[in-house]
């Protein structure tokens, strides 16, 4: 069976870091590409970070750039996302989203539970 498990999510001053997790059973986070979206209160879901590690490439929404790193450990088929210089606008619901493809898009193959990431002022 399929499973992404996301954690790490809490709540954090702006400035501050959070690590997220996302632990992946039934594939291998190393055959599929791995993203991480989030979503605001009343507003789309937006794509933050994405791993394709058979071609070794990495992407960044704009509004991350910089602050915010995707990594993988295939040790633990779990793949991170590193949060730092957080910001009130990085508060919204962070999910784990996998495809079988090397890129993730909009419709993933499969989603993970949400972790909820607050950033206060």
């Known amino acids: 069976e399929v499973q992404l498990q996301a954690s790490g999510g809490g709540s954090v001053q702006a400035g501050g870091s959070l690590r997220l997790s996302c632990v992946a059973s039934?594939?291998?986070?190393?055959?599929?590409?791995i993203g991480w979206f989030r979503q605001a209160p009343g507003k789309k879901r937006e794509g933050v970070a994405c791993?394709?590690?058979?071609?070794?490439?990495?992407y960044y929404g704009d509004s991350v750039k910089g602050r915010f790193t995707i990594s993988s450990d295939s040790a633990k088929n779990t793949v991170y996302l590193q949060m730092n210089n957080l910001k009130p606008e990085d508060t919204a619901v962070y999910y784990c989203?996998?495809?079988?493809?090397?890129?993730?898009?909009?419709?993933?193959?499969?989603w993970g539970q949400g972790t909820l990431v607050t950033v206060s002022s």
């Open positions: 989203a996998a495809e079988d493809s090397v890129v993730v898009t909009t419709t993933p193959d499969y």
């Open positions: 039934g594939f291998s986070v190393d055959e599929f590409a």
């Open positions: 791993i394709d590690n058979a071609n070794d490439r990495e």
